[in-house]
């Protein structure tokens, strides 16, 4: 027959190999949904923060921004304690700020860039179509979104 002799399993050998492919599986996904369930708990969890707590706030200007102005936007910005990275979009007239909110709060961003840059601006709030689409990763109708949805409400203090 050649150097290769095909290994026949028998009945009782096969049934064997799928329960412990089954029970590999559903150990697998319990470790997941045991992991997923202590993510969403850290996340949410509302113990102190010990070191710097970010935010991400847009920011629309009310006047149109030279290009001087641009320029030095970033570095102006980048250089100020619990100010992690701004980015700017003149065209469109926004700026994207990444700050540390136990250092700045909006109406502090706001006052700086009026005071460095003579530019009023305001904090963006999205509308509530906006909030509601949710994240647009996940379908609402998904199994991911619902169990996501399941924990989150676990922990959730209310």
Known sequence: ??????????????????????????????????????????????????????????????QELDAEAQAAFSSVFKKQEGIKDVRINRDAGFFICLYDQKKWSTEAIIQSVQEHFQVSAYRYHPSTEELASSCPAFSKDSFIYRLGGFFENLFAKR
């Open 1 to 62: 027959m050649g150097w290769f002799t095909p290994y026949v399993l028998s009945k009782s050998e096969n049934d064997m190999m799928i329960k412990r492919i089954v029970i590999g599986a559903l150990v697998l996904a319990g470790v997941l949904v045991v992991v997923l369930a202590m993510h969403i708990y850290m996340v949410t969890a509302s113990e102190g923060q010990k070191g710097p707590v970010f935010a991400m706030g847009k920011f629309i200007f009310e």
